[in-house]
């Protein structure tokens, strides 16, 4: 069983090992996007059987053919961010430095804001969505500039190389707790809710083993040292999911694009 996750570094590697370990899965680790780039599949192709992906890259995987190569493996996890309601849910956190004068999204237009990744959806569908809703055009509202991750445009935000940044809410959270310089960051805006990163399966996996694979990451709940690391990553716990709570990515996808 090999399991890749593209959730990393925003969020701990000692995170998706432990679920690697309770599965039975070795892991994998692709740093460059927030899931498999637009045209690949390693789903498909029996590279990989399970993986943490965007929401967004989930969708996509899902919409490409009438038969998708993956399915839910049917966990998320719940952020400590009380504005998460104890749901699996995040946000696009749109950030500025103290001094900027912007107190909303609408105030970045002609800006350089900076963006994770063509995948990402805290880092930019969510922002693309936000705009699209707002009636402007995102190719023209502001100058978006791909630094590749979070915690690159968070950086790139504190070092005065850009005007704004949007960013996973969960990584800005946990990057806050003891980073001065992003604790100091202005949020502007919150850019949903969306649906947390699903844990997904390669279609062709027996659902009996699915429903096997899922207990294991939820009983991890009960891990002391699977907790301190959830805790460490601004994380509460694991818990299921279905497939309707993915349906407002489902609904929003098309459109963007």
Known sequence: MRMISYMSPGFPEALFEAVGAAVGATVDFDSRTSGPAPGADPFRDGTYDLGWVCSTSFVDLSLRSEAPSVQLAGVGWVPTDPDAGGRPVYFGDVVVRPDHPAVALADLRHCR???????????????????????????????????????????????????AAVVDSVVRTGRARHDAGVDGLRVIDRLGPWPVQPLVARAGLDPSAVAEMQAAVLALNDDPVVRAILADAALDRFVATTPDHYAPVHAAFAPVG
Not at 135 to 159: C, R, Y
Request: hydrophobic share 40%.
């Open 113 to 163: 804001i900076g963006c994770n990744d063509v995948v990402s959806l805290s880092g930019y569908y969510a922002l693309r969505h936000a705009i699209t809703e707002s009636g402007d055009d995102p190719a023209t509202f502001a100058e978006l500039v791909f630094t590749g991750g979070h915690h690159a445009s968070l950086d790139a935000l504190v070092q005065g190389e850009l005007d």
